[in-house]
């Protein structure tokens, strides 16, 4: 084999190596893309959008929230919100004002906007482990609270990884799911974008809805954009496609994965509210 053809075969797998490096320990900065302020400034932006600190035991700040439903004696179910992997949870005040918009026979809802860690004026770093222990410790305090009744999950994009694993894990206190824009897991998201890499091989944060799942069995509602370049449709499709309890699917035609219809006058809002409060039993 000539020497200028192994010298550039030399050069090609030292450049791949290289990527591979660089990808294996920076890949969380390619996952997660956190807003940050300071605790004041987050506060003041809640009072002004009307939500308030969702705090824990020990009075820190672990999300938002909304509680005005039900204050009138009315009944009302609690939703908690796992947003995506950009910008903080007080980006996602949509979830909020679409629930409050839904006619009566679709709910009154308390609504629960989580944050991650490393977001928003939250202290420590995302991953896969720290989100979901948080997230876990989260929905516990609310169960503990619940009375017996439901607790009802969304999770978008990223956070649907979040929103399968509580499901999973409480399937008996899960009530139903909503999964916007989500995956079957993020190493096949991983595999669209780089598909010259091993990400399944690299990836520390797999965030697996399929595995999840399986252990649920209760409604779950997926909403898919048909043009998203983030988040294939292809996969959330296939996720509902395996997904084996009750279930439902909303496609938005022309819509990508940053511009889907959330306004509250959006239809699919009690549709989807319809379709998980109808009592389905677990499979």
């Given at each position: 084999m000539p020497k200028?053809?192994?010298?550039?075969?030399?050069?090609?797998?030292?450049?791949?190596?290289?990527?591979?490096?660089?990808?294996?320990?920076?890949?969380?900065?390619?996952?997660?893309?956190?807003?940050?302020?300071?605790?004041?400034?987050?506060?003041?932006i809640a009072e002004y959008i009307g939500m308030e600190a969702w705090l824990d035991g020990d009075g820190h700040i672990i999300g938002w929230k909304d509680e005005s439903a039900g204050t009138d004696g009315e009944t009302a179910g609690r939703v908690v919100v796992f947003h995506g992997n950009a910008g903080h949870a007080l980006h996602r005040s949509y979830y909020r004002d679409g629930l409050r918009s839904l006619p009566e026979e679709a709910g009154r809802w308390r609504v629960y906007v989580f944050e991650y860690p490393g977001y928003g004026a939250?202290?420590?770093?995302?991953?896969?482990?720290?989100?979901?222990?948080?997230?876990d410790e989260a929905v516990q305090s609310l169960l503990e609270t619940a009375d017996g009744e439901p607790v009802y999950l969304i999770g978008e994009s990223l956070g649907s990884g979040v929103a399968s694993y509580l499901a999973g894990k409480y399937p008996d206190a899960v009530g139903?799911?909503?999964?916007?824009?989500?995956?079957?897991?993020?190493a096949d998201v991983g595999r669209q974008h780089y598909p010259f890499l091993p990400v399944a091989w690299l990836l520390r944060d797999n965030y697996d809805n399929l595995a999840a799942l399986e252990a649920y069995g209760g409604p779950v509602a997926v909403l898919l954009a048909e043009n998203d370049r983030v988040v294939p449709a292809e996969l959330g499709r296939s996720l509902y496609e395996q997904y084996a309890g009750?279930?439902?699917?909303?496609?938005?035609?022309?819509?990508?994965?940053?511009?889907?219809?959330?306004?509250?006058?959006?239809?699919?809002?009690?549709?989807?509210?319809?379709?998980?409060?109808?009592?389905?039993?677990?499979?």
């Open positions: 200028p053809f192994l010298r550039i075969l030399l050069y090609v797998v030292m450049i791949y190596g290289g990527l591979l490096v660089s990808v294996a320990a920076f890949q969380r900065s390619l996952i997660y893309y956190p807003s940050t302020d300071s605790e004041e400034r987050m506060i003041s939250r202290e420590g770093r995302p991953s896969e482990a720290a989100i979901k222990r948080a997230a139903g799911v909503l999964m916007v824009t989500p995956f079957t897991t993020l009750p279930k439902r699917l909303w496609v938005q035609t022309g819509r990508g994965h940053n511009d889907l219809d959330m306004s509250s006058s959006a239809s699919w809002w009690p549709e989807v509210f319809l379709f998980l409060k109808g009592g389905f039993g677990k499979v």
